[in-house]
């Protein structure tokens, strides 16, 4: 895969995709993600990116010129023929997990990061394949959202994290995961479940479906609504509204 991050502050990125998974990632050679000054489209002096708005108010606009060169000349690069441009904004459709899953599929992704007011509207509509959203809150820039969706796709990789590792973390289903412990088994009184301990793994596969269906149930009723439950998770979650109830 490879992702293309086009923004005016590169330095911004630099620190997350320098350690750890996504690191790890880029030295396996599962992703390839470069970090696109979008400066370096620009042509006069002052390589000016941004301008005032048409029709007054505060704030500035990122230039629709550069930005269009910039993803024209990274689609020719790539060598890809399913490039996808998105566009990081707070008017965006929500990023969740089956977007993440979705974008774990496609070989060039270009992500666009705005700044000031955001991006001239041309941008928008004959540009930008989809626009997204990290969530219903503004941010100063679209970097950190971009770090936020690149985190949440490579590890979504195939081959990337052992099938374990996502198959039963929320959201993989229609759930929320279970609570983990570790050692030690017991800490300032508080002890690990002991069927965890027990080396019974029909009784803890149980546990654990009932403790993600509780979880589920307090904390994301919404997600049960649309939730694709096996019989056996039926039954474990009437159980549980009976105790609650
Ligand atoms: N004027 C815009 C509006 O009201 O919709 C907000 C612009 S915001 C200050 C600057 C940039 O930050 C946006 O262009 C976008 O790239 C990024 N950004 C801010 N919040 C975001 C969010 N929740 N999700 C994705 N990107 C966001």
């Not at 009932?210 to 039954?235: G, V, Y």
């Amino acid at each position: 895969m490879k992702i293309d991050v086009v923004t005016i502050f590169p330095g911004i990125l630099e620190g997350p995709f320098k350690e750890s998974m996504i690191k790890r990632a880029i030295d396996q050679g599962f992703v390839d993600i470069d970090l696109v000054d979008l400066r370096a489209y620009t042509h006069d002096r002052h390589r000016q990116v941004d301008d005032y708005p048409y029709g007054g108010g505060c704030g500035m606009v990122l230039k629709p010129e550069p930005l269009f060169e910039a993803v024209e000349d990274l689609k020719s690069h790539s060598g890809q023929n399913d490039s996808r441009v998105m566009l990081l904004t707070p008017q965006g459709r929500r990023f969740d997990q089956q977007r993440a899953r979705e974008f774990s599929k496609i070989n060039h992704l270009i992500l666009i990061c705005g700044r000031y007011e955001g991006v001239d509207e041309r941008v928008r509509s004959a540009l930008v394949d989809e626009e997204i959203s990290i969530g219903d809150y503004v941010m100063t820039g679209g970097e950190l959202a971009a770090a936020v969706v690149v985190d949440a796709v490579i590890r979504l990789l195939p081959g990337f994290l052992a099938e374990e590792a996502s198959g039963d973390e929320s959201f993989s289903g229609s759930l929320l995961e279970y609570p983990h412990y570790t050692r030690p088994p017991v800490y300032r009184g508080m002890e690990v479940p002991p069927v965890l301990m027990s080396g019974n793994h029909g009784e803890i596969a149980r546990w654990r479906r009932r403790q993600s269906l509780k979880r589920t149930l307090e904390r994301r009723p919404d997600l049960l609504k649309s939730a694709d439950l096996l019989p056996e998770e039926k039954e474990d979650l009437e159980e549980i509204k009976k105790q609650q109830s």
